[in-house]
């Protein structure tokens, strides 16, 4: 389905994507509400690390305004520590 075929694409740029990829293709809000579904499918790092840049955990990241609410709706990118 196109809704699977997207989760697909999110995982594969969350994990391999540059900046501008992800900031071109995501749309933040469809991230936020397929990320259950997407997490599973990633390296439990890089899973840890989109919910605290990107705002996606349960407790909607560190506090502070999500990058998630830019403009168009994208993330940013997740820097890999």
Request: glycine letters at 12%; hydrophobic letters at 30%.
């Amino acid at each position: 389905t196109d809704e699977r075929s997207r989760r697909s694409l999110y995982g594969l740029l969350l994990a391999q994507g540059k900046r501008e990829d992800i900031v071109r293709l995501v749309n933040g809000a469809l991230l936020r509400q397929d990320w259950p579904r997407i997490k599973p499918s990633l390296e439990p790092r890089l899973g840890r690390q989109c919910e605290r840049h990107l705002a996606l955990g349960s407790q909607g990241g560190s506090g502070g305004s999500s990058p998630l609410a830019t403009a168009a709706g994208a993330p940013q990118a997740v820097t890999r520590e």
